[in-house]
């Protein structure tokens, strides 16, 4: 995924979320897993799975009786390419107008700032 444009669903989150913490993994298992988070009818789950499929975010093994599924991309990848996504669209690619925001409107705590700052000392040393 690290080179593409696969846009990953709220939804398809869930589903990647699953099988991040556990796989390969049947559709059986993801539908359990996934009844606990959200009320889907397992058809919905099983249009998730294949869009993934189809994305390129999830292999599946054929070879085996049942199709099992597992990421082909990882969490922090995605978590990246989603972040990315998000401070081009909103704050035109400025993380630093993304952080000015959250500080400025109180959204972090003084234990926020403080963790930020030795974040940013670390950084600079």
Partial sequence: MKNSNCKISNAEWLVMKVLWNESPQTTTRIIEALSEEADWKSKTIHTLIARLVKKGALGVDKNSGQHTFYPLITREECI?????????????????????????????????????????????N
């Fill in 80 to 124: 990246q390419e989603e972040t990315g996504s998000f401070v081009q669209k909103i704050y035109e690619g400025s993380i630093y107008n993304l952080v000015a925001n959250f500080i400025h409107d109180e959204k972090m705590s003084v234990k926020e700032m403080e963790d930020l700052k030795k974040l940013l000392d670390d950084k600079l």
